[in-house]
Structures are given as C-alpha cells and as structure tokens.
C-alpha cells in the first residue's frame, strides 16, 4: 500500500465554520506533512511532523491547526478561515525526516473553498 | 520565498513531438527531484537525481543533474496525450533550512 489518504476530497466552509481535514498513510511512514497549494503555483509547505511532533511550522496562521493522533494520522482543524484560504491542500508522507521532503508521498489533496 | 526558474512556463504540443523544459538556481543543490501534477491530484514524483552530472531515465522521460548543481533538465520523448499536466522542479539542500525549493511549473498541453 503505497497510498495517501485525504478526506474530504472537497470542501465548501463559512468563514465562522469550524472543519477538519484528514490524511491517513499505512505504510510505516514517521514524518507527514501539511502544505496548501493555490492554483497554477507549487506546494507551501505549512506543518512538518516527525514521530508525531511538530518539527517545522512554516508560520502558518493559528487559524490552522495541526494535529497528529498517531503516527498513520494527520489531521488539519481549521476554524475562522478567510476566502484567500481558499486552495488545494495536500498531505504527504515519507519514511522520516529530514530529507524525507525529497522522498514524500503525496496524497489527492482536498480542494477547499472558503464562502 | 525562494523559487527555482523553470522554463518554459507553458508548452503547447503536437501529440509525437519530444519536450524539454529545465530549472536553474543560483543555489547550489545536492538533490534534484522532478514532479507531475496532474488537474486535482497531488504530485507524483517521477525521477530523483542524487549526484551532479548524473543521468536517470524513466521510460520516456529523462532528467539530467547539471555539473554546477544549479540546473537540471527534464526531457519527455514521443508525447503523448496523458502527459499532458504541470511538471514541477525541486532542489534539496540541507543547508536550506532542509526544505524543499520548487520551481513554477511548466503547463504541458498535447494536441492529440
């Protein structure tokens, strides 16, 4: 199973909504990853995670939380979000970190809309 | 942040025809990794190059690591209809803050 799993695959959400995305991976993986991808540009990197703590938070806006259950879980808890928000965002996954940027899984990635 | 130049931006092709696109940095880099997005999926990494100079193909696709480490060139041969998507460049150096550094994108239309 070389897999990453997002869900919802897509997601419309007030700005007063409170939601959450999440990711899941079975392949053994330790470090998983968060970026937020707006359309025609390369991914952001936003949260790294390694062994289920947070190793890099790219100074993304508290309105964005992360949030790792276990080491095949990622979630994104988003509250009070603004229509900019609006994007494509990915999980991915790889074996460990550091370097494990270079050799990540990606998941399908959930296509959020903010109204 | 810091980005790559990746050339073209955007290439319009006959079905057939071979492309080539490439990324260049002022960076040095020691990991060169070249990405496919297509529309609504997340990207697939096709071809990782570890060592300057270094060659790698995968089936139609070749990617070449420049001898100064601040370039790399992706070649797609005999296009065909479902190559048709975004192809990202990232470099990896961990004195960069051990991030990733991405290119732009080259959008890739194949006329059938």
């Known amino acids: 199973d070389t897999e990453v799993t997002q869900t919802p695959k897509h997601l419309v959400m007030g700005m007063t909504n409170k939601k959450s995305l999440k990711c899941e991976q079975h392949m053994g993986h330790r470090a998983m990853y968060w970026y937020k991808q707006k359309a025609k540009k390369p991914p952001e990197l936003m949260f790294v995670y390694s062994y289920e703590k947070l190793s890099i938070n790219e100074s993304v806006p508290s309105r964005f939380s992360p949030e790792c259950p276990n080491s095949s879980l990622l979630n994104l808890h988003l509250h009070a979000l603004q229509p900019e928000d609006s994007a494509l965002y990915l999980c991915a996954s790889s074996q460990d970190f550091p370097r494990g940027e270079t050799e990540a899984f990606f998941g399908q990635g959930t296509r959020l809309t903010v109204v | 942040g810091q980005q790559l130049n990746q050339s073209p931006q955007s290439m319009f092709i006959q079905e057939g025809e071979d492309v080539s696109m490439n990324c260049t940095s002022s960076s040095i880099f020691n990991t060169w990794l070249w990405y496919k997005q297509d529309p609504g999926e997340g990207p697939v990494l096709l071809i990782a190059?570890?060592?300057a100079g270094e060659l790698t193909s995968n089936g139609r696709l070749t990617a070449q690591f420049g001898i100064t480490r601040k370039d790399s060139f992706l070649n797609i041969s005999a296009s065909i209809p479902s190559d048709v998507g975004i192809y990202f460049c990232?470099?990896?150096?961990?004195?960069?803050?051990?991030?990733?550094?991405w290119g732009l994108g080259t959008s890739l239309a194949v006329n059938p």
């Open positions: 990232a470099g990896y150096n961990a004195g960069n803050n051990r991030k990733l550094i």
């Open positions: 190059l570890y060592k």
